[in-house]
T-cell receptor, first 113, second 114 residues
Framework: GESVGLHLPTLSVQEGDNSIINCAYSNSASDYFIWYKQESGKGPQFIID?????DKRQGQRVTVLLNKTVKHLSLQIAATQPGDSAVYFCAEEPQTGANNLFFGTGTRLTVIP | DSGVTQTPKHLITATGQRVTLRCSPRSGDLSVYWYQQSLDQGLQFLIQ???????AKGNILERFSAQQFPDLHSELNLSSLELGDSALYFC?????????????FGSGTQLSVL
């Protein structure tokens, strides 16, 4: 089955620094990838997505990079703020025609003031 | 606030019992998804419905069942509960349930089986 994993379970950064969260996926046929943020006591919240025909997409303070050659996904957060502290999940959508996402185990980002 | 409503927020029950989790999707969304989040398994896709019909099935146990009603709300029924069923259960919704659609998640139901 599909396998989406993360290189680091925890990440601590100083406020104002940039954060990079990495994710490896195993299904080369997946064509849609999403990053979600989950704060304590809440459900996952959509951050940014990218389709397999792109290698980079930018949002507000966030950038997602996709390297299909090595099946790697990363989320970059610029000028990290205390409100960015959360667990971040990458998810992939296999080419099944349905929208059933497979999530990685998550990385806990802690921003140090 | 995602617009997806889940009730109850917390549920404590005993092994062997049956519970029902309820979800109301965002206004206008036709598709509902159920996910289970446990410490050792992460977020696992259980099942998806679109406009009352089952669309996709994931790692859902036979002891679990779900349905989506004409008013588009959904219920997840968990029976013969075991200790290992303790987890956070999330509902999500999207407009048509097709590929490349963003999922909006509710705040979840924390199930504790004692």
């Amino acid at each position: 089955g599909e396998s989406v994993g993360l290189h680091l379970p925890t990440l601590s950064v100083q406020e104002g620094d940039n954060s990079i969260i990495n994710c490896a996926y195993s299904n080369s046929a997946s064509d849609y990838f999403i990053w979600y943020k989950q704060e304590s006591g809440k459900g996952p919240q959509f951050i940014i997505d990218i389709r397999s025909n792109m290698d980079k997409r930018q949002g507000q303070r966030v950038t997602v990079l996709l390297n299909k050659t090595v099946k790697h996904l990363s989320l970059q957060i610029a000028a990290t703020q205390p409100g960015d502290s959360a667990v971040y999940f990458c998810a992939e959508e296999p080419q099944t025609g349905a929208n059933n996402l497979f999530f990685g185990t998550g990385t806990r980002l802690t921003v140090i003031p | 606030d995602s617009g997806v409503t889940q009730t109850p927020k917390h549920l404590i029950t005993a092994t062997g019992q049956r519970v029902t989790l309820r979800c109301s999707p965002r206004s206008g969304d036709l598709s509902v998804y159920w996910y289970q989040q446990s410490l050792d398994q992460g977020l696992q896709f259980l099942i998806q419905y679109y406009n009352g019909e089952e669309r996709a099935k994931g790692n859902i146990l036979e002891r679990f069942s779900a349905q989506q009603f004409p008013d588009l709300h959904s219920e997840l029924n968990l029976s013969s509960l075991e200790l290992g069923d303790s987890a956070l259960y999330f509902c999500a919704s999207s407009f048509r349930g097709g590929p490349d659609e963003k999922l909006f998640f509710g705040s979840g139901t924390q199930l504790s089986v004692l």
